[in-house]
């Protein structure tokens, strides 16, 4: 019971800070103006299952295709889209968060109530996923609704960009979170974020890698280094081909981010309680 | 069964190391101190003598390089063992996007408040500490005397059993500073043991029973405010105490301290001095030196940190 009490304290202090800081509202707004330009740009006339015209922009783009795998593909592509864009969003927003309270005279007094340094950094943790967790249901059912609404068409596979962004952010907030406790320092940890969101780009082209290297050994590197580090390329490009049915294909990148988000967690957790405040 | 002591400590000792200089400080030095349930205590020392290290160690914020502190004999690492305590700390940062009523709300919570429990306690603290009209107002608002009223209310959200006050009087007028110590003596009398760290040598001779000075990191005197104030009295400094005379003469001493080997007795007497140095001499003690001393906390505190 007093778990319950202590964690949810955690998660709404949490909540108010992003509120404070104008976190929630920013990506609230940023969401909400987003979805305005999806209900505005796009008008779609439906007849009897095919679509007569599709205007952007107030251009005519396509006629007469199927409105299902119209709506799929357009959906493949929003889902991505979505991906990176709460990805960038949530990560600006959330470094900040776990780095606070590490601040000199807010640190002492949390670590003098009878909570276990693992219970206060967790809290904060799962705060802070739920913060972007809101945003990106919003964002995700939003521009489900819309193009439902305009197509008749509701793909529910489309929904699995909320489960894909909120995995890859949980395990990105995990080196954020770790960076934060060595360094607190916000700017270093979305720095670190970033980073490793450009590494997974880069490390994920695997096959160029294998023609382009010489040696065998900076060969077994590469593929060592995209074990090691998370995938979010390769889970943004699972979600789309998820959303435009060509299935989810081996489940290798979720299983090795979580293992990297689960030792980041781990070595957060260890250093913190080490750490003399 | 009830502990004796809210605090004990047995040889507590803090060395910093720093990595790149490989230099160490060590702010605690082998600090072994008591502080008896119910009463209320002050730690004094000069800047850097460890005063806040050794407040930290007891709150779990720092590990001790080598010995322990307990609290109502529980080991301060173990989390339950923070549950009686009420802490507030010197420089505090409370989140200035809470207001007073949510910040202790918050503070409540984590320390395993319920819900109903909190509603009904947190108007009455702070009706306490005079901020009843200011509790929906957010503490960026609140002046550094303010913050500290409802920091004190913060720390008696829970109803502690022992309260550990981090300079408490820090940017609080005559008045507000009055107002504290009679809400810190109403405490006292129902049995809460308060601590205070601070720098106010008139405020914890005012307040405080008991006070221990750290001087570089060791306990340099501890004794009763009432007889290391008590008039006259006489210092008696002598080396190679044997162990059980040590003993005796401590109980008969106002206070006590030991610093390289060098035992010091404060007594309120002549009498009682002059039959120390009898059982010193009897007992092969070797004597440094007998002096009168004077008789404010501020004179034994200086004369304490000097010598």
């Known amino acids: 019971m007093t ?36 209900t505005f740009i ?18 005519s783009v396509e006629k007469s295709i199927d409105v299902a795998r119209f709506v799929r593909r357009i959906h493949g592509a929003i889902s991505s889209f979505l991906y990176v864009w709460m990805m960038f969003l949530a990560l600006f927003a959330s470094a900040g968060l776990i780095a606070a309270i590490f601040e ?71 080196a954020i979170t770790l960076v934060a406790v060595l360094s607190q320092s916000a ?42 580090f998370p995938k979010v390329f390769d889970i943004g490009k699972m979600n789309m081909d998820f959303v435009q049915g060509k299935g989810l294909g081996a489940a290798d990148p979720i299983w090795s981010s979580a293992v990297f988000a689960v030792v980041m967690l781990v070595l957060s957790v260890y250093s913190f309680s080490k750490r003399n405040f | 069964m009830l502990a004796d002591n809210a605090i004990e400590t047995d040889g507590l000792t803090k060395i910093f190391r720093s990595l790149w200089r490989r230099r160490e400080v060590c702010a605690l030095d082998h600090v072994s101190l008591q502080v008896p ?32 502190a307990r609290v109502f004999g529980h080991d301060v690492w173990e989390t339950g063992a923070r549950r009686p305590i ?84 820090d940017g609080v007028d005559p008045v507000g500073r009055r107002h504290i110590r009679e809400i810190l003596h109403s405490l006292e009398e129902i049995g809460v043991t308060i601590f205070i760290n601070s720098h106010l040598l008139v405020e914890v001779e005012l307040f405080c029973r008991e006070v221990a000075i750290l001087h570089r990191g060791k306990v340099a005197l501890v004794g009763k405010v009432k007889d290391l104030t008590a008039g006259k009295g006489y ?49 092969g003690a070797e004597i440094e030196s007998v002096a009168p001393t004077t008789s404010t906390l501020e004179e034994v505190f200086f004369r304490t940190v000097q010598s």
């Open chain 2, 235 to 283: 210092r008696l400094s002598a080396a190679s105490v044997p162990d059980n005379l040590a003993a005796k003469l401590k109980e008969a001493a106002a206070a006590t301290a030991s610093n390289h080997g060098l035992m010091e007795f404060q007594f309120a007497d002549r009498e009682q001095v002059n039959r120390a140095i009898d059982d010193l001499r009897a007992g």
């Open chain 2, 37 to 68: 349930r119910g009463t209320t205590f002050g730690l004094l020392g000069p800047n850097g003598a460890g005063k806040t290290t050794f407040v930290k160690t007891l709150l779990s914020c720092v590990h001790p390089t080598e010995g322990g």
């Open chain 2, 86 to 169: 009420g802490y507030l700390p010197e420089n505090h940062r409370f989140p200035t996007y809470l207001t007073g009523a949510s910040m202790l709300d918050f503070y409540g919570a984590l320390s395993g408040m319920d819900a109903g429990a909190r509603r009904r306690r947190v108007p009455e603290l702070l009706e306490l500490v005079d901020l009843a009209r200011w509790g929906d107002v957010r503490l960026g608002k609140y002046s550094k005397g303010m913050l500290q009223r409802v920091g004190l209310a913060q720390a008696l959200m829970h109803s502690p059993e022992l309260l550990v006050l981090d300079e408490p009087s």
């Open chain 1, 187 to 228: 700017a270093l940890a979305t720095m670190v974020a970033f980073g490793l969101m450009i590494l997974s780009a880069i490390l994920a082209q695997r096959s160029l890698a294998e023609r382009l290297l010489s040696s065998e050994w900076s060969r077994a590197l590469w593929r060592t280094l995209y074990w090691i």
């Open chain 1, 104 to 174: 000199p005279g807010r640190i002492e007094l949390l670590l003098s109530k009878p909570v276990s340094r693992a219970g206060i950094l967790m809290g904060r943790y799962v705060g802070n996923l739920l913060v972007v967790a809101l945003n990106t249901c919003y964002l995700v059912l939003g521009v489900w609704l819309i193009f439902g609404l305009k197509t008749g068409v509701w793909h529910s596979a489309f929904l699995g960009a909320i489960v894909a962004t909120l995995f890859i952010f949980a395990v990105l907030l995990s």
């Open chain 1, 3 to 38: 778990a319950l009490i202590v964690g949810a304290a955690l998660i709404r202090d949490t909540f108010r800070e992003a509120f404070a800081r104008k976190v929630f509202w920013g990506l609230f707004g940023l969401s909400t103006a987003l979805l305005l330009f999806f």
């Open chain 1, 42 to 59: 796009m008008r779609i006339d439906v007849v009897q299952g095919a679509t007569a015209t599709v205007e952007l922009f107030g251009q």
